[in-house]
């Protein structure tokens, strides 16, 4: 670490004598579950698995990720809870009618837990 620290004072271009002693060139990487194996939105293919459930965190440690990813947010009562953004965005629709009415976005602290487990995932 010293060695590191010296280098930035004194080198012009310390991050190539850091990569060169401290990296191992055989080195091929780490493969990464970003949010497990899943995906944000369904496509023509049809994609079962959601991102950032049980599922698709098992799906990328049963294909061989190295590690997983995911966000974790506290909902208002201070349970945790796997959710990618900081909120929710949610619609009203009237049972008999078609239209959505506009976007209300809401923080996902501001809800409990009952209230996360009650809003339905539209794809």
Request: contains cysteine; neutral net charge; hydrophobic residues 35%.
């Amino acid at each position: 670490m010293l060695d590191t620290l010296m280098c930035y004072q004194t080198c012009s271009n310390p991050q190539k004598v850091s990569y060169a002693k401290y990296w191992d060139s055989s080195w091929t990487g780490l493969e990464v579950g970003h949010r497990g194996l899943g995906a944000s939105f369904k496509t023509k293919e049809g994609n079962a698995i959601r991102e950032n459930t049980i599922a698709s965190l098992k799906k990328a440690a049963a294909s061989g990720a190295d590690l997983l990813e995911f966000d974790v947010q506290l909902s208002k009562d201070m349970i945790p809870v796997i959710y990618h953004d900081f909120y929710v965005c949610i619609s009203m629709k009237r049972k008999k009618e078609i239209e959505f009415t506009e976007m209300l976005e809401l923080p996902v602290k501001d809800l409990t837990l009952e209230h996360l487990q009650k809003l339905k995932v539209h794809s």
